[in-house]
Each structure stands twice: as structure tokens, then as C-alpha cells.
């Protein structure tokens, strides 16, 4: 088994492809050792491939099953010696279209995935995060939970409950030396983009999105914004321009952004 060998260690959730994988090449390139976890064991293996030998540990989670975060954190103390510096709560999926297109079943998946996942993480985490000084939760949350947004409303709900979440333990774990922050991304290229608008749809989330004129963020600036998350001093951090003005409208001016969200919407066919 790969060990940390002393250097500070992450464990990343959603770690096969997207947001997650970008985050562990760049904590791997500052040095970090990486723990890799995602129900996508091939995309895994490409990851840790990338990494190096050594440089990492990694493990089929599905971040809904509690016995599986048991063991995935088992094995993540004994190759980091007990401790976690940062959990990076990065696993989500996303549903985009009509609020009635959308069937119950996606929705529970939506939550179970996006909101329970991030709970079942921080308790699991939580014994080793205590013996490791300074440790962080990052958990990603989105733009979509600033503001509601129409055709991801189920997800955009999740990404609202895991900002007041971050913001509740943040403060709760002051005492515990154990920071909270968010992520809090614009539309990034990864493979979430790929949704179609209804199922069996050609037209993808992210097609929708670039005829309509809207900014979609390479990953790596959500990594490099992962890194910032892990060591400043805010409590949530935007990756990208359009995020960073989404927050100061939703703060100043909210008439002006439900207007904008609104003239954002298309037309029923």
C-alpha cells in the first residue's frame, strides 16, 4: 500500500474524472498525497496512473453507503498514519430540465448523492480530521446555490442546503480546529455538463449553455479554486467571473438577478 510518508494528505471524493481529478493533479503537483474515491474504478485507476507511483491511495466509494466510507477512511488512515488534512466533498450528479420531467427517482437520487453523501463524509471524517491540526472540509457546492435556477431546481436545492450546511459547521468546528468552506463553481467543463435536456436528448446542458452565450470555466480553475478553499480564510469560494458577479447581484441587487434568471428561461415547447 502507497503511504503519505509524512506529506499532508486529501481525500477527494468524485475523484475519476471532472473537478475532482483536476483537483487531485494539482494537490499531487504542490507535493500532497491523494486519496481517490469514486464508484468509477477505471477512471480512478487513470487518475492514480497519472499521479505516480506512491502518490496516492484510492477506493470504490459510494458516497450514499456509510460502511462503504467506513472502510474507504480505514484504509486512508492507515496509509496517512491517522491523519486527514483536507476533505475535499466533491462526488455529485446533476438532473437538468422541466421540474416535471425529472422523475421522483432522480430526484432522491439528487439528494441522497449531493446532500447525504456530504453528511455521510464529514461523520465518517470527522475522528480523523480532529487528530489532524488545521484540517478542512471543502465541500462543492455550486453558483446554483445562490440563486435558484430554473430547469435544475432539485439540484439547485441541494447545492442551497450544502452552502448552509458548510456555513453551520463551520462555525460549529471553530472549536475543534477544523475550518469548513465551500466551492462554489460557475458551469466548469466536466462531464456533468453532458446531462441532456430530457432523456434520450442529443442536446446537451452544455450546448444549451453555449449558444445561449453563457461562460463555461475550464476545470483547472476550479482546482486551483479547491487549493484556495483549503488554505484562505473565506468561508465559500466562486470559480469563475460570472459566479463572483452572481454573488454580488444576489447580496445588492436581487430584483436585477431574479430579472436576469428569468429572461434566462426558454419558452415551454
Wanted: include cysteine; aromatic fraction near 8%; charge should be negative.
Amino acid at each position: 500500500m502507497a503511504s503519505s510518508n509524512g506529506r499532508k494528505a486529501i481525500f477527494i471524493t468524485g475523484a475519476a474524472s471532472g473537478i475532482g481529478a483536476e483537483t487531485a493533479r494539482f494537490f499531487s503537483n504542490k507535493g500532497w498525497f491523494c486519496g481517490l474515491y469514486d464508484i468509477d474504478t477505471a477512471g480512478l485507476a487513470s487518475v492514480a496512473d497519472e499521479l505516480g507511483t506512491g502518490n496516492s491511495i484510492s477506493g470504490k466509494l459510494d458516497v450514499r453507503d456509510r460502511a462503504d466510507w467506513a472502510l474507504a477512511v480505514k484504509g486512508f488512515a492507515e496509509a496517512t498514519g491517522g491523519k486527514m488534512h483536507v476533505l475535499f466533498n466533491n462526488a455529485g450528479i446533476g438532473r437538468h430540465g422541466w421540474f416535471e420531467d425529472i422523475s421522483g427517482d432522480d430526484n432522491d437520487l439528487l439528494v441522497d448523492v449531493n446532500v447525504k453523501g456530504v453528511i455521510n463524509g464529514v461523520q465518517a471524517c470527522l475522528p480523523l480530521l480532529k487528530e489532524t491540526e488545521g484540517a478542512r472540509i471543502v465541500n462543492t457546492a455550486s453558483t446554483a446555490g445562490i440563486v435558484g435556477s430554473p430547469r435544475l431546481a432539485v439540484y439547485s436545492a441541494t447545492k442551497f442546503a450544502v452552502r448552509g450546511l458548510t456555513e453551520a459547521l463551520d462555525t460549529e468546528f471553530r472549536d475543534l480546529d477544523i475550518r469548513v468552506t465551500s466551492l462554489m463553481p460557475w458551469f466548469v467543463d466536466t462531464p456533468i455538463l453532458d446531462m441532456g435536456a430530457t432523456e434520450g436528448s442529443n442536446t446537451k446542458m452544455a450546448d444549451e449553455l453555449r449558444d445561449g452565450g453563457m461562460e463555461v470555466y475550464p476545470v483547472s480553475l476550479a482546482a486551483q479554486r479547491a487549493w484556495d478553499a483549503a488554505h484562505g480564510n473565506d468561508v465559500h469560494y466562486m470559480a469563475g467571473k460570472a459566479a463572483e458577479r452572481a454573488r454580488f447581484f444576489s447580496r445588492w441587487m436581487p430584483g436585477m438577478l431574479r430579472k436576469q434568471v428569468m429572461k434566462s428561461v426558454p419558452p415551454r415547447d
